[in-house]
């Protein structure tokens, strides 16, 4: 601080005085102000607003007033004498002597006379900004410069806040209107022009809903729009189709504030106007189709749905959606704005190379525009149908599903010739997804349908589904008193056709047959595949003699001969029939009912076909109890049982043999007929066990006998066609003979002529296996069955037994004798043993033996009987080998 400054806070024109001598301010205008002008002089300058300091030729300050005071936040006293450089930013201290002196010099100076803005540094460190006004003062020879210095800091702030505010206003995609009192536009921004196009000249002076209006705009929308600026609602927002100054669909979301001047009245209207057209089509089209979807919302619904979501999004356009069947014709789905005539004119058509914009562009996989229907050739054929009912273009394009392949096609129609807009392409682009979503996922449906509810091999409704359908039938067959049959179909033979040609041609047979069952069903009739050879169809209002008529028509169909892969097949069907209401009121009883019918059927006569009816429901109640009593009479519990009857030579009368004949003693029932219970055994799968029993008791009972030394030379066993299926029947027999000591010799097995007639190479293979063990081979009932003769040298037989048939009649009966005699003579030239079964009389003993049959077996000789009976009987008689 320089001597002779003032250090209190004094007038800031006395500094000046002081410092100079006199009051430099009053001394510029006037020679000696007087004291009440001085007054004055410093009363203005303490009540400037603006700082004012003046500086002398030393640049030491001279007046410092309050304003400058409250600019530095410097004390007078701290500055007055001190070089004006202390108020100033560092950096520019040096710059600012030099260009005083410079001035000081030269007299110029760019500062003097202007306004600039400096920056000055504060008492307490901080910057501010401010305008600063220098002017030269001329004083009694002396240069002092005086500075008004007015704090810009604020207002600079300011201004940069409000170009910032300016260029968020303009640089933002939204658009923002202000509207005056009157709801004339006065200002848009920058972002309003771009989305609408309009300059702000062109809306200023305009009403916001005269400016968005277009020829779709909801007019209710609109109105409700200006009444809320009408009435001043605090704040009103909706969506709204608004159009461009080029008519370009925008969809927009519309918020509308009024802005209250202080009184509380409306001075201003702003409003934001934000571009959804994009969301729109995300979150209207895909939103509401795809939760429609989740909602398991049917295909049918789900178009309509999309078609009229696109049509509210732009309602300049008529929406399609066509499916393409199998047969490549387009199918309607929705097209909810287009003429239901129309849609039934399109409904059918082939797709093709020339068929208007949808079949042409199913058929090249690509979109087809046509700008203008009248004059396209592609529409040459159908612009008859659309252009009485105002469809001008048409722009179609393929709905692909995920292999590419086409599903349908989704289209636009116009009403003017035009090509589609920006929107319509991405209403394609999004529509054209959803349509091959909910195409592909019915397409699934109803794969995961099919393969739920019908048969994958012939393409029949399921057990399932068959058991819906025929549910609803019965509903309707009470409900309208009407009768209704149910036929349970069985192929014969069909394991045969399957083990011997193959599954492959099994298969074919059962496809052929749903085809052929499908062609004799009438409309309404219900045919599906239980399982394996299994059909049943269901005949709504059918009676007997109409089932009578039925069946036999689907007998002989199924009975034509056909060829699959290369075999001839001449297949034949057992069917039962049980009828509504008489045979049950139920689908489980009704189908259970048909079924025994059936089996009656087949063991009467293959290929025929039975009704229920009570007889035939208490036998096979009856049957199934047996079964259950067999399975029981196998196991532990027993019940079964060998009798033995004697073959002896025809002329002597020497044991030979004896043939193990098996009883059922039912605890129940009594003695049952072997015929019965083997046959039950075969049809419940209880003949192999049936088999291993006799073939295990048999040994076991021989080898009794020749560890006791009873004379039975061997023992002879029935087996079923079946068991020659069972190729485990060899090893069975060798282990039994093992285990019970017994030579290959001693056991001999009977088979009946069916056991030739099967075609099954296992059964012969079985045979040879047994036969190659040692153990001799009878073919039993000789004469009864459908052998011929050519069918003897396949299996490897040692003996045939003549039927008990022949002999019974040989006395009376010619035919019989002559017969008899033919057997015999085969018998003699194919070299096999011939044995005379069922020989009751000693005529018939003494014709067959005459006739040079050696071995006779029969009540004359002796019953079958047990096995301690027969040792009895055996005592009495010689033996030997016949
Ligand atoms: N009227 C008359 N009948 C006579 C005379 N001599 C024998 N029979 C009967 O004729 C049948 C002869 O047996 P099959 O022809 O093999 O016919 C047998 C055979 O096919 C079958 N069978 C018996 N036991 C078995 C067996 O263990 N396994 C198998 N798979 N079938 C058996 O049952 C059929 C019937 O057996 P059965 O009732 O025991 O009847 C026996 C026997 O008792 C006679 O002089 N007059």
Same mark, same amino acid.
């Given at each position: 601080?320089?001597?002779?400054?003032?250090?209190?806070?004094?007038?800031?024109?006395?500094? !000046?005085?002081?410092? @100079?001598?006199?009051?430099?301010?009053?001394?510029?205008?006037?020679?000696?102000?007087?004291?009440?002008?001085?007054?004055?002089?410093?009363?203005?300058?303490?009540?400037?607003?603006?700082?004012?300091?003046?500086?002398? *030729?030393?640049?030491?300050?001279?007046?410092?007033?309050?304003?400058?005071?409250?600019?530095?936040?410097?004390?007078?006293?701290?500055?007055?004498?001190? %070089?004006?450089?202390?108020?100033?930013?560092?950096?520019?201290?040096? #710059?600012?002597?030099?260009?005083?002196?410079?001035?000081?010099?030269?007299?110029?100076?760019?500062?003097?006379?202007?306004?600039?803005?400096?920056?000055?540094?504060?008492?307490?460190?901080?910057?501010?900004?401010?305008?600063?006004?220098?002017?030269?003062?001329?004083?009694? @020879?002396?240069?002092?410069?005086?500075?008004?210095?007015?704090?810009?800091?604020?207002?600079?702030?300011?201004?940069?806040?409000?170009?910032?505010?300016?260029?968020?206003? %303009?640089?933002?995609?939204?658009?923002?209107?202000?509207?005056?009192?009157?709801?004339? =536009?006065?200002?848009?921004?920058?972002?309003?022009?771009?989305?609408?196009?309009?300059?702000?000249?062109?809306?200023?002076?305009?009403?916001?809903?005269?400016?968005?209006?277009?020829?779709?705009?909801?007019?209710?929308?609109?109105?409700?729009?200006?009444?809320?600026?009408?009435? &001043?609602?605090?704040?009103?927002?909706?969506?709204?189709?608004?159009?461009?100054?080029?008519?370009?669909?925008?969809?927009?979301?519309?918020?509308?504030?009024?802005?209250?001047?202080?009184?509380?009245?409306?001075?201003?209207?702003?409003?934001?106007? $934000?571009?959804?057209?994009?969301?729109?089509?995300?979150?209207?089209?895909?939103?509401?189709?795809?939760?429609?979807?989740?909602?398991? $919302?049917?295909?049918?619904?789900?178009?309509?749905?999309?078609?009229?979501?696109?049509?509210?999004?732009?309602?300049?356009?008529?929406?399609?959606?066509?499916?393409?069947?199998?047969?490549?014709?387009?199918?309607?789905?929705?097209?909810?704005?287009?003429?239901?005539?129309?849609?039934?004119?399109?409904?059918?058509?082939?797709?093709?190379?020339?068929?208007?914009?949808?079949?042409?562009?199913?058929?090249?996989?690509?979109?087809?525009?046509?700008?203008?229907?009248?004059?396209?050739?592609?529409?040459?054929?159908?612009?008859?149908?659309?252009?009485?009912?105002?469809?001008?273009?048409?722009?179609?394009?393929?709905?692909?599903?995920?292999?590419?392949?086409?599903?349908? $096609?989704?289209?636009?129609?116009?009403?003017?010739?035009?090509?589609?807009?920006?929107?319509? #392409?991405?209403?394609?682009?999004?529509?054209?997804?959803?349509?091959?979503?909910?195409?592909?996922?019915?397409?699934?449906?109803?794969?995961?349908?099919? !393969?739920?509810?019908?048969?994958?091999?012939?393409?029949?409704?399921?057990?399932?589904?068959?058991?819906?359908?025929?549910?609803?039938?019965?509903?309707?067959?009470?409900?309208?008193?009407?009768?209704?049959?149910?036929?349970?179909?069985?192929?014969?033979?069909?394991?045969?056709?399957?083990?011997?040609? &193959?599954?492959?041609?099994?298969?074919?047979?059962?496809?052929?047959?749903?085809?052929?069952?499908?062609?004799?069903?009438?409309? @309404?009739? =219900?045919?599906?595949?239980?399982?394996?050879?299994?059909?049943?169809?269901?005949?709504?209002?059918? &009676?007997?003699?109409?089932?009578?008529?039925?069946?036999?028509?689907?007998?002989?169909?199924?009975?034509?001969?056909?060829?699959?892969?290369?075999?001839?097949?001449?297949?034949?069907?057992?069917?039962?029939?049980?009828?509504?209401?008489?045979?049950?009121?139920?689908?489980?009883?009704? =189908?259970?009912?048909?079924?025994?019918?059936?089996?009656?059927?087949?063991?009467?006569?293959?290929?025929?076909?039975?009704?229920?009816?009570?007889?035939?429901? #208490?036998?096979?109640? *009856?049957?199934?109890?047996?079964?259950?009593?067999?399975?029981?009479?196998?196991?532990?519990?027993?019940?079964?049982?060998?009798?033995?009857?004697?073959?002896?030579?025809?002329?002597?009368?020497?044991?030979?043999?004896?043939?193990?004949?098996?009883?059922?003693?039912?605890?129940?029932?009594?003695?049952?007929?072997?015929?019965?219970?083997?046959?039950?055994?075969?049809?419940?799968?209880?003949?192999?066990?049936?088999?291993?029993?006799?073939?295990?008791?048999?040994?076991?009972?021989?080898?009794?006998?020749?560890?006791?030394?009873?004379?039975?030379?061997?023992?002879?066993?029935?087996?079923?066609?079946?068991?020659?299926?069972?190729?485990?029947?060899?090893?069975?027999?060798?282990?039994?003979?093992?285990?019970?000591? !017994?030579?290959?010799?001693?056991?001999?097995?009977?088979?009946?002529?069916?056991?030739?007639?099967?075609?099954?190479?296992?059964?012969?293979?079985?045979?040879?296996?047994?036969?190659?063990?040692?153990?001799?081979?009878?073919?039993?009932?000789?004469?009864?069955?459908?052998?011929?003769?050519?069918? !003897?040298?396949?299996?490897?037989?040692?003996?045939?037994?003549?039927?008990?048939?022949?002999?019974?009649? =040989?006395?009376?009966?010619?035919?019989?004798?002559?017969?008899?005699?033919?057997?015999?003579?085969?018998?003699?030239?194919?070299?096999?043993?011939?044995?005379?079964?069922?020989?009751? $009389?000693?005529?018939?003993?003494?014709?067959?033996? %005459?006739?040079?049959?050696?071995?006779?077996?029969?009540?004359?000789?002796?019953?079958?009987?047990?096995?301690?009976?027969?040792?009895?009987?055996?005592?009495?008689?010689?033996?030997?080998?016949?």
């Amino acid at each position: 601080m320089s001597a002779g400054v003032p250090t209190g806070h004094g007038d800031p024109v006395d500094a !000046l005085a002081e410092h @100079g001598g006199a009051h430099p301010c009053l001394a510029s205008a006037t020679p000696a102000p007087a004291p009440a002008a001085h007054s004055l002089l410093v009363q203005t300058l303490e009540q400037a607003i603006d700082g004012v300091v003046v500086i002398d *030729e030393r640049n030491e300050v001279v007046v410092f007033n309050a304003a400058a005071e409250r600019i530095w936040g410097h004390p007078r006293d701290a500055v007055l004498g001190h %070089d004006v450089r202390m108020l100033m930013p560092m950096e520019m201290r040096a #710059r600012h002597d030099a260009n005083l002196h410079r001035h000081r010099v030269t007299g110029v100076n760019r500062i003097v006379g202007t306004e600039v803005e400096v920056p000055i540094e504060c008492a307490d460190g901080s910057r501010r900004q401010a305008l600063m006004a220098v002017s030269q003062i001329r004083f009694e @020879g002396r240069s002092l410069y005086c500075a008004f210095v007015r704090d810009n800091t604020q207002h600079r702030e300011l201004l940069a806040h409000q170009r910032l505010l300016s260029t968020a206003v %303009d640089e933002s995609d939204i658009a923002m209107i202000v509207g005056g009192a009157d709801q004339r =536009i006065v200002f848009a921004n920058a972002g309003c022009q771009r989305m609408f196009g309009y300059s702000l000249h062109e809306m200023v002076g305009q009403r916001l809903g005269d400016l968005l209006m277009g020829p779709h705009t909801d007019p209710a929308t609109l109105q409700a729009l200006t009444a809320a600026q009408d009435c &001043g609602q605090q704040s009103f927002a909706t969506e709204l189709l608004a159009y461009t100054k080029d008519g370009r669909p925008l969809w927009v979301s519309t918020a509308v504030n009024p802005v209250h001047d202080a009184q509380g009245l409306v001075c201003n209207f702003v409003s934001v106007l $934000t571009d959804i057209t994009q969301t729109k089509l995300h979150e209207v089209l895909q939103f509401r189709v795809l939760d429609a979807m989740a909602r398991e $919302t049917p295909m049918l619904d789900l178009m309509l749905l999309l078609c009229r979501e696109v049509e509210r999004t732009a309602p300049e356009l008529i929406a399609s959606i066509l499916q393409v069947d199998d047969q490549g014709r387009l199918r309607t789905l929705a097209g909810p704005s287009l003429p239901p005539a129309y849609c039934a004119q399109i409904d059918g058509l082939p797709i093709g190379p020339v068929v208007g914009s949808c079949g042409t562009a199913a058929w090249r996989n690509a979109p087809v525009l046509v700008t203008d229907i009248a004059t396209d050739p592609l529409w040459a054929d159908f612009k008859g149908l659309a252009l009485p009912l105002g469809l001008r273009a048409c722009w179609s394009s393929p709905i692909r599903g995920g292999d590419g392949q086409v599903l349908g $096609t989704f289209a636009f129609y116009y009403r003017e010739p035009r090509e589609p807009s920006a929107l319509h #392409r991405r209403l394609v682009d999004v529509s054209l997804h959803l349509c091959a979503l909910i195409l592909e996922r019915e397409k699934t449906k109803a794969h995961i349908h099919q !393969l739920a509810f019908y048969d994958t091999l012939t393409g029949l409704p399921n057990r399932a589904l068959l058991r819906a359908k025929t549910e609803r039938a019965l509903h309707e067959a009470q409900r309208t008193g009407t009768p209704l049959a149910v036929l349970f179909v069985d192929l014969d033979r069909f394991k045969q056709v399957n083990d011997t040609h &193959g599954h492959l041609v099994g298969d074919g047979l059962l496809v052929e047959l749903a085809q052929r069952l499908r062609g004799v069903a009438r409309a @309404g009739d =219900i045919i599906g595949r239980l399982s394996g050879d299994e059909f049943v169809a269901v005949l709504p209002d059918c &009676g007997g003699s109409q089932a009578v008529a039925a069946v036999e028509r689907l007998v002989a169909a199924v009975a034509q001969p056909m060829v699959v892969h290369g075999v001839a097949l001449h297949p034949r069907a057992s069917v039962g029939v049980a009828l509504y209401p008489a045979d049950g009121g139920d689908i489980d009883t009704l =189908i259970r009912h048909a079924d025994m019918a059936m089996y009656q059927a087949k063991t009467h006569e293959r290929g025929s076909f039975r009704f229920f009816s009570a007889e035939l429901n #208490r036998q096979a109640h *009856e049957r199934a109890m047996l079964e259950a009593d067999l399975r029981e009479a196998l196991g532990p519990a027993g019940g079964l049982a060998l009798h033995y009857q004697p073959k002896v030579t025809a002329e002597a009368g020497r044991v030979c043999g004896v043939e193990a004949l098996l009883r059922w003693q039912h605890p129940r029932l009594g003695a049952v007929p072997p015929l019965r219970f083997v046959a039950l055994a075969e049809d419940c799968g209880l003949v192999h066990a049936l088999g291993h029993w006799v073939l295990g008791e048999a040994c076991r009972q021989m080898a009794d006998w020749r560890a006791r030394g009873v004379p039975v030379p061997h023992v002879a066993v029935n087996l079923s066609a079946s068991n020659f299926l069972d190729a485990s029947l060899p090893g069975v027999i060798a282990g039994l003979l093992q285990r019970h000591g !017994l030579a290959s010799g001693d056991l001999t097995v009977e088979m009946t002529e069916s056991v030739m007639l099967n075609p099954d190479p296992v059964v012969l293979a079985t045979v040879q296996a047994v036969h190659a063990l040692g153990v001799k081979v009878s073919l039993d009932d000789f004469g009864t069955g459908y052998s011929s003769l050519s069918h !003897l040298h396949r299996l490897p037989i040692t003996e045939l037994k003549l039927d008990r048939s022949f002999v019974q009649d =040989i006395e009376h009966d010619p035919m019989a004798r002559a017969l008899t005699v033919s057997v015999l003579r085969i018998g003699k030239t194919l070299g096999l043993t011939v044995v005379a079964e069922g020989v009751e $009389t000693e005529a018939q003993r003494r014709f067959v033996a %005459d006739e040079g049959c050696p071995v006779v077996q029969g009540y004359l000789v002796s019953k079958p009987v047990p096995a301690e009976a027969l040792e009895d009987w055996l005592q009495l008689k010689p033996t030997g080998a016949g």
